[in-house]
């Protein structure tokens, strides 16, 4: 999962304006990188400009997916991610950071500000914490947390299968098994390996 850049822009009447940005390019090469930063941009005004108002939507283009919410006030953001990058997160974190940037930057200086300049500081803190989105976000943390639970309790029960011989010795042991438990085990055990493919 890679996040590459976080974009508010503000839809004007006449033209889409980038506020304020910020980029991880380290992935690219040397050369890539200004043109990668202009494809971004370009990209970023063109979805703002074909969304509505109070609207969010997801583009793919090519490797990457423009993550875009325009508000009421028409000022929008655009998150560009790869494909595996989980989009509620995405739309989670544009509606903090507009909402934060509304707060920080007057509405009425939105129209006027010149490419990319605005008075905000924080894209860039946001991009690096929410690289790792289990990290930012704490419902993918949680869900992180059960899945990696399920791995270890599947893990356990699996290694507990493949030790055939240590668990027919434990069910011989056994004083919590009744005799007739004990040989309905043994005989389910015979009727199971006989149909074992190897």
């Known amino acids: 999962m890679k996040l590459f850049s976080i974009v508010v822009l503000y839809k004007g009447p006449t033209k889409v304006t980038i506020l304020k940005s910020a ?11 200004s043109s990668v930063q202009e494809f ?7 979805v703002v400009e074909r969304t509505q108002q109070k609207m969010r939507a997801s583009v793919k283009e090519q490797d990457y997916i423009f ?10 953001g655009v998150i560009i991610s790869d494909g595996d990058y989980p989009p509620r997160v995405s739309f989670t974190l544009l509606n903090k950071i507009l909402d934060e940037f509304a707060s920080a930057v007057s509405p009425s200086t939105w129209g006027t500000v010149k490419e990319n300049s605005a008075n905000y500081q924080g894209l860039e803190s946001y991009l690096s914490k929410y690289q790792n989105p289990s990290e930012a976000d704490p419902m993918m943390k949680i869900q992180k947390d059960l ?17 055939g011989e240590k668990l027919d010795d434990l069910v011989a042991k056994s004083d919590d098994l009744s005799a007739q438990s004990k040989t309905f ?8 390996s006989c149909c074992v493919i190897q």
């Open 147 to 163: 899945d990696d639970t399920k791995v270890i309790m599947h893990d356990t029960i699996e290694s507990m299968l493949t030790r």
């Open 40 to 46: 971004m941009n370009f990209t970023s005004k063109i």
């Open 23 to 33: 980029s991880d390019l380290s992935s690219f090469g040397y050369f890539q990188k």
């Open 67 to 76: 993550h875009v919410m325009c508000k009421e006030s028409n000022l929008s």
């Open 185 to 192: 085990y043994k005989t389910a055990r015979k009727t199971n």
